[in-house]
């Protein structure tokens, strides 16, 4: 059974920092792109950051030079680093994969459009207070 398990969330003041974590398990797929999304109160899922199958990575304009994502082969593991925490960063924050290689794309008004996956975490909540 493939999953996929979100910690690392929180609360933390404007300015702080958080890692989330993203366990992978039972995923087959020889490639894959993986991603964090997040939606906040009352707002649509939006794209944060996609990590392609060949490690290259794209974020959305608003978390660009603050967020990082990566993962760890030998532990299966994806993770966000979030610098420079904004009280709009606030949201649920959900880690997804898609088999093969591209799962993101850039939108010129600096949104990132995330597609194909077919895994989900149950998402973790990420708090900043001003």
């Known amino acids: 059974q493939v999953q996929l398990t979100e910690s690392g969330g929180g609360s933390v003041q404007a300015g702080g920092s958080l890692r989330l974590s993203c366990a992978a398990s039972g995923y087959t797929e020889e490639k894959f792109c993986m991603a964090w999304l997040r939606q906040a109160p009352g707002k649509a899922r939006e794209g944060v950051a996609v990590l392609y199958s060949d490690d290259t990575t794209t974020y959305a304009d608003s978390v660009s030079g603050r967020f990082t994502i990566s993962r760890v082969s030998a532990n299966n593991t994806l993770y966000l680093q979030m610098n420079t925490l904004k009280p709009e960063d606030t949201a649920m924050y959900y880690c997804?994969?898609?088999?093969?290689?591209?799962?993101?794309?850039?939108?010129?008004?600096?949104?990132?459009?995330?597609?194909?996956?077919?895994?989900w975490g149950k998402g973790i909540l990420v708090t900043i207070s001003s």
């Open positions: 997804a994969a898609a088999p093969g290689a591209y799962c993101g794309t850039s939108n010129p008004g600096g949104t990132l459009r995330i597609h194909g996956m077919n895994v």
